[in-house]
C-alpha cells in the first residue's frame, strides 16, 4: 500500500518540540519540491497530506526545522516504496 500522508514527531519527549508556527520555521521537501504542511502543537507533530500515493522507487525527505530560539536541525532521508 503506498503512502497517503507524512507526519513527523521527535524521539525524545525530554526535548518538547518548540517550533514557531510559521512557514519560516519548517521547510520539508519531498524529491526535491516543497511541502506546505500542517503543524499541529498539542501533538508536536508536522504533517502533510498526499494528493496522491507516492510512486515506486527512491524518494527522499530533506527535513529543516528552526526552533524559537533560532537552532537549526536537517535531516535528509532516503527511502523506498514498493
Not at 4 to 32: Q, R, V
Not at 49 to 63: F, K, S
Amino acid at each position: 500500500m503506498k503512502p497517503k500522508s507524512i507526519a513527523i514527531t521527535p524521539k525524545s519527549t525530554k526535548n518538547p518540540l518548540s517550533i514557531e508556527p510559521k512557514e519560516k520555521s519548517i521547510s520539508i521537501k519531498l524529491n526535491g519540491t516543497k511541502l506546505f504542511c500542517a503543524y499541529q502543537p498539542v501533538k508536536k507533530q508536522i504533517t502533510y497530506d498526499l494528493d496522491r500515493g507516492l510512486n515506486d522507487g527512491e524518494h527522499t525527505l530533506d527535513i529543516t526545522i528552526i526552533d524559537r530560539v533560532g537552532n537549526q536541525t536537517n535531516r535528509l532521508i532516503y527511502f523506498t516504496c514498493k
